[in-house]
T-cell receptor, first 113, second 114 residues
Framework: AQSVTQLGSHVSVSEGALVLLRCNYS??????LFWYVQYPNQGLQLLLK??????LVKGINGFEAEFKKSETSFHLTKPSAHMSDAAEYFC???????????FGTGTSLTVIP | DVKVTQSSRYLVKRTGEKVFLECVQD?????MFWYRQDPGLGLRLIYF???????EKGDIPEGYSVSREKKERFSLILESASTNQTSMYLC?????????????FGDGTRLSIL
């Protein structure tokens, strides 16, 4: 089974600073990769996905992520944090066979004014 | 937009009760999933279904069962609720058999077992 590691369960950034949330996966075969955001008391909302096309993927709300096969990583970035970005972020992978997702344990992002 | 609706946002039940959590999706998705979410543990898959009347165990099926009698509806059943089943439960659905399709989530049911 896949393993997904999100380094840093809590990340704090100042408003306007770069956001970097890390995600590494374990598969030797590149899977499909997703980032989700969860606001308080809500379900998960898709931010972006990588499905074997361009390695740099742009998503909603100014977020983007870069797939790096050599590093088995799919880190999420945003150039300038906004207060509304404060939320929990989950990385997920899906193997190319089957529909099961494997989620990381999440990173809680705090934005300091 | 895909709409996944969970019947209750908050639910309080007592130990030993049989509990039903309902989930309905409006996009004719083949696949439906039930997860529980606990702090520090992320999302853990309980059960999933690829088609009507089909079900597959996920990573933590013990103490749970599911029912999918209609394509749009996927029910999670706690046969005899216990306090360690207090959690946030999330339902999701996705399209087709291709694993590059994202899962779409409901808003969750926060279940407390007293």
């Amino acid at each position: 089974a896949q393993s997904v590691t999100q380094l840093g369960s809590h990340v704090s950034v100042s408003e306007g600073a770069l956001v970097l949330l890390r995600c590494n996966y374990s598969s030797s075969v590149p899977p499909y990769l997703f980032w989700y955001v969860q606001y308080p008391n809500q379900g998960l909302q898709l931010l972006l996905k990588y499905t074997s096309a361009a390695t740099l993927v742009k998503g909603i709300n100014g977020f983007e992520a870069e797939f790096k096969k050599s590093e088995t990583s799919f880190h999420l970035t945003k150039p300038s944090a906004h207060m509304s970005d404060a939320a929990e972020y989950f990385c997920a992978v899906s193997e190319k066979t089957g529909n099961q997702f494997y989620f990381g344990t999440g990173t809680s992002l705090t934005v300091i004014p | 937009d895909v709409k996944v609706t969970q019947s209750s946002r908050y639910l309080v039940k007592r130990t030993g009760e049989k509990v039903f959590l309902e989930c309905v999706q409006d996009m004719d998705h083949e696949n439906m999933f039930w997860y529980r979410q606990d702090p520090g543990l992320g999302l853990r898959l309980i059960y999933f279904s690829y088609d009507v009347k089909m079900k597959e165990k996920g990573d933590i099926p013990e103490g749970y069962s599911v029912s999918r009698e209609k394509k749009e509806r996927f029910s999670l059943i706690l046969e005899s609720a216990s306090t360690n089943q207090t959690s946030m439960y999330l339902c999701a659905s996705s399209f087709g058999r291709n694993s590059n399709q994202p899962q779409h989530f409901g808003d969750g049911t926060r279940l407390s077992i007293l």
